[in-house]
T-cell receptor, first 112, second 114 residues
Framework: QKEVEQDPGPLSVPEGAIVSLNCTYSNSAFQYFMWYRQYSRKGPELLMYTYSSGNKEDGRFTAQVDKSSKYISLFIRDSQPSDSATYLCAMSFSGGYNKLIFGAGTRLAVHP | NAGVTQTPKFQVLKTGQSMTLQCAQDMNHNSMYWYRQDPGMGLRLIYYSASEGTTDKGEVPNGYNVSRLNKREFSLRLESAAPSQTSVYFC?????????????FGSGTRLTVV
């Protein structure tokens, strides 16, 4: 079993839709949770990060962490064609060395 | 501001050939990483360097070697390429060893081994 599971999709939605992307994990020691966005033929770029449980909002993006369920989510409101990309979740332990464990990524297509 | 620069962008190798993937960052970051990305597998850590002068194995180190040449540069070497090493390779850097967020990635090297 992988430490971090993520549905690869693809997920296709119309412009303006609310998108929900999710990851589950098995190691309860993870404390830092991140979402990266990767456009085709580019490197991943950090979108959002949260520490421990709770929500974090940044514009149209909201990240949620539910440590009791070992489940994290990224919501995109009013999705745009420019949001079409692969979204990767990543996690890390508290303290210790800065080493991220990534999910496989979910491919999202937002069509006009 | 270039960030993380990887060369080459594309490469085709024959089985058994060797090559070195180059990575350089201009952000004065201490830590650098090499990942490979395969369909359905996500990003898997090959090697990392917490700071200049140190390197350690990641999840999938077999068949690879690395060199942290100086603070800016971190290279990945394939001594005898195999078709299983066909992948997209990403180099990344981060500001400090214990900050668990904020990797900056390069744009990748697409390697095909035939």
């Amino acid at each position: 079993q992988k430490e971090v599971e993520q549905d690869p999709g693809p997920l296709s939605v119309p412009e303006g839709a609310i998108v929900s992307l999710n990851c589950t994990y098995s190691n309860s020691a993870f404390q830092y949770f991140m979402w990266y966005r990767q456009y085709s033929r580019k490197g991943p770029e950090l979108l959002m990060y949260t520490y421990s449980s709770g929500n974090k909002e940044d514009g149209r993006f909201t990240a949620q962490v539910d440590k009791s369920s070992k489940y994290i989510s990224l919501f995109i409101r009013d999705s745009q064609p420019s949001d079409s990309a692969t979204y990767l979740c990543a996690m890390s332990f508290s303290g210790g060395y800065n080493k991220l464990i990534f999910g496989a990524g979910t491919r999202l297509a937002v069509h006009p | 501001n270039a960030g993380v620069t990887q060369t080459p962008k594309f490469q085709v190798l024959k089985t058994g050939q060797s090559m070195t993937l180059q990575c350089a960052q201009d952000m004065n970051h201490n830590s650098m990483y090499w990942y490979r990305q395969d369909p359905g597998m996500g990003l898997r850590l090959i090697y990392y360097s917490a700071s200049e002068g140190t390197t350690d194995k990641g999840e999938v180190p077999n068949g690879y070697n690395v060199s942290r040449l100086n603070k800016r540069e971190f290279s990945l070497r394939l001594e005898s390429a195999a078709p299983s090493q066909t992948s997209v390779y990403f180099c990344a850097s981060s500001e400090a060893e214990k900050i668990p967020y904020g990797y900056t990635f390069g744009s990748g090297t697409r390697l095909t081994v035939v």
